[in-house]
């Protein structure tokens, strides 16, 4: 097999030139990596600009008024998005999920969820297809959002205590217009909603059994995620990280609880239920109980970076390609290439020297 080395456009992180294999396989949907993990779900990351400064995210330290988001001309079109899609879902992708940033942000979102929501798998099946946000413009967008084919939200949420709510976000936005933005979406139709709340051990832990009573019986399913070290700017230390196991205790010895079998392979989020039948909760241990082993997922960021795993270092160059001549077989086997050498397994070989690596931000290619 001969290779071509495409030459790397600019990057605001260490970039791979993407290799083109010439006589590249038949596209048959069922790719697997180094570790035998299939390739199922594909997060696209529209903008990588947000109008919150999280701390776990994008502190004001680094992220303030000087700091250059990335030019129009550098992100991907709505055309380029659609086509990158269309390529990975022939690669077995079943799942599209987009992010940021704060994808609501990039102006006509909803005429890039009118065109993936076109996409079928292989086998006639739509693609599920899902966004992430803050919520902060969902209230006026969730309407527009479902009639442009969007099925579900997942909505950020850290806090339903308005103070610590408003010092999490660093920008004093009010934690009712998040539970608006989520009465909104449900009453649009983008449900079942999930509620994904990053715990910081002494910033805002003691709001897991607020957030607990609030969203029981809501029909919402909340999420808990530990407080991981991604990218390289949110000051990650191991002891504010609360374990999800202590999360389902604190939980549990309240409400009793019952752990539920996963959606599908590959799902990253344990499943539980309230004995009682109110509802459901989730826990996200990529810190504690590391999931690599069954992780499914590939991220593309706005600019046309591939990466392979969340806590990445550098990613590939599939702008190049799609704004270069090269055709959707050629592309096609570019990615199928990269993902047959995926052998990322960041959470299970985490330590003192990895964390102090400088990797791709959150905001860069979400969450």
């Given at each position: 097999?001969?290779?071509?080395?495409?030459?790397?456009?600019?990057?605001?992180?260490?970039?791979?030139?993407?290799?083109?294999?010439?006589?590249a396989p038949p596209?048959?949907?069922?790719?697997?990596?180094?570790?035998?993990?299939?390739?199922?779900?594909?997060?696209?990351?529209?903008?990588?600009?947000?109008?919150?400064?999280?701390?776990?995210?994008?502190?004001?330290?680094?992220?303030?008024?000087?700091?250059?988001?990335?030019?129009?001309?550098?992100?991907?079109?709505?055309?380029?998005?659609?086509?990158?899609?269309?390529?990975?879902?022939?690669?077995?992708?079943?799942?599209?999920?987009?992010?940021?940033?704060?994808?609501?942000?990039?102006?006509?979102?909803?005429?890039?969820?009118?065109?993936?929501?076109?996409?079928?798998?292989?086998?006639?099946?739509?693609?599920?297809?899902?966004?992430?946000?803050?919520?902060?413009?969902?209230?006026?967008?969730?309407?527009?959002?479902?009639?442009?084919?969007?099925?579900?939200?997942?909505?950020?949420?850290?806090?339903?205590?308005?103070?610590?709510?408003?010092?999490?976000?660093?920008?004093?936005?009010?934690?009712?217009?998040?539970?608006?933005?989520?009465?909104?979406?449900?009453?649009?139709?983008?449900?079942?909603?999930?509620?994904?709340?990053?715990?910081?051990?002494?910033?805002?832990?003691?709001?897991?059994?607020?957030?607990?009573?609030?969203?029981?019986?809501?029909?919402?399913?909340?999420?808990?995620?530990?407080?991981?070290?991604?990218?390289?700017?949110?000051?990650?230390?191991?002891?504010?990280?609360?374990?999800?196991?202590?999360?389902?205790?604190?939980?549990?010895?309240?409400?009793?609880?019952?752990?539920?079998?996963?959606?599908?392979?590959?799902?990253?989020?344990?499943?539980?239920?309230?004995v009682d039948g109110?509802?459901?909760?989730?826990?996200?241990?990529?810190?504690?109980?590391?999931?690599?082993?069954?992780?499914?997922?590939?991220?593309?960021?706005?600019?046309?970076?591939?990466?392979?795993?969340?806590?990445?270092?550098?990613?590939?160059?599939?702008?190049?390609?799609?704004?270069?001549?090269?055709?959707?077989?050629?592309?096609?086997?570019?990615?199928?290439?990269?993902?047959?050498?995926?052998?990322?397994?960041?959470?299970?070989?985490?330590?003192?020297?990895?964390?102090?690596?400088?990797?791709?931000?959150?905001?860069?290619?979400?969450g």
């Open positions: 097999m001969t290779e071509r080395i495409i030459p790397i456009a600019e990057a605001r992180y260490p970039t791979r030139a993407p290799v083109v294999p010439d006589n596209v048959s949907g069922l790719l697997s990596d180094q570790r035998g993990r299939r390739l199922h779900d594909l997060r696209l990351s529209v903008t990588d600009r947000c109008n919150f400064r999280c701390t776990y995210c994008m502190p004001k330290s680094v992220f303030d008024t000087d700091y250059q988001f990335l030019p129009q001309s550098s992100l991907l079109s709505f055309e380029e998005l659609t086509r990158i899609a269309r390529l990975f879902v022939g690669h077995g992708v079943e799942k599209i999920r987009l992010t940021g940033g704060e994808p609501l942000l990039r102006r006509g979102i909803e005429n890039l969820i009118e065109m993936l929501a076109q996409l079928r798998t292989p086998s006639g099946v739509p693609v599920d297809l899902t966004l992430t946000t803050n919520a902060t413009l969902l209230a006026r967008k969730a309407k527009s959002l479902r009639a442009a084919g969007l099925e579900r939200v997942t909505v950020s949420l850290d806090a339903v205590d308005d103070a610590v709510f408003r010092k999490m976000n660093d920008v004093d936005f009010p934690v009712s217009d998040v539970l608006g933005g989520i009465d909104a979406a449900t009453a649009a139709g983008l449900t079942p909603i999930k509620v994904n709340m990053v715990v910081r051990r002494g910033v805002n832990d003691s709001e897991i059994l607020p957030m607990a009573r609030h969203f029981r019986g809501s029909g919402h399913i909340l999420r808990f995620i530990e407080f991981m070290d991604v990218g390289a700017s949110n000051g990650w230390r191991m002891d504010e990280v609360v374990p999800s196991g202590d999360v389902i205790r604190r939980i549990g010895e309240a409400f009793p609880l019952e752990p539920i079998d996963p959606n599908y392979s590959g799902e990253v989020a344990e499943r539980w239920r309230y109110a509802g459901e909760v989730g826990v996200i241990s990529s810190v504690t109980r590391p999931f690599c082993a069954e992780c499914t997922r590939a991220r593309v960021s706005t600019e046309g970076r591939l990466y392979t795993c969340l806590f990445a270092t550098e990613g590939h160059d599939l702008r190049a390609l799609l704004r270069g001549t090269y055709s959707d077989e050629q592309i096609s086997a570019a990615i199928a290439h990269l993902w047959n050498l995926r052998d990322d397994r960041y959470s299970e070989i985490r330590s003192d020297e990895t964390a102090g690596l400088r990797r791709i931000e959150m905001s860069y290619i979400g």
